[in-house]
């Protein structure tokens, strides 16, 4: 399991549209992939789970990932959300 703390910087933070391409990444990964927010734990590859964290800019999560490609879908997650720009 490796899991990276990582702060919201899009203006308009992840709303639909973001998550939506957010979770087509994560599906590529056959990793288990959570984003925490607070005490929340939210499935990265349900859109409901996403929404229902409110990631507004500013807002830090940890993004974590278990299984046979985590260091490669951790990198990437990270990557779309710290380059996240709309």
Known sequence: ???KK???VNK???HARPADLLI???IKFK????IIKDEKVANAKSILNILALGLNQGTEIVIRVEGEDEEV???????????LDE
């Not at 990793?31 to 959570?34: A, N, T």
């Not at 879908?73 to 380059?83: F, G, K, M, R, W």
């Open 1 to 3: 399991m490796v899991e």
């Open 12 to 14: 308009t933070g992840i």
């Open 6 to 8: 990582v702060t919201i």
């Open 73 to 83: 879908a951790l990198e990437s997650i990270v990557d779309y959300i710290q380059n």
């Open 24 to 26: 087509k990444l994560c």
């Open 31 to 34: 990793s288990k992939i959570e």
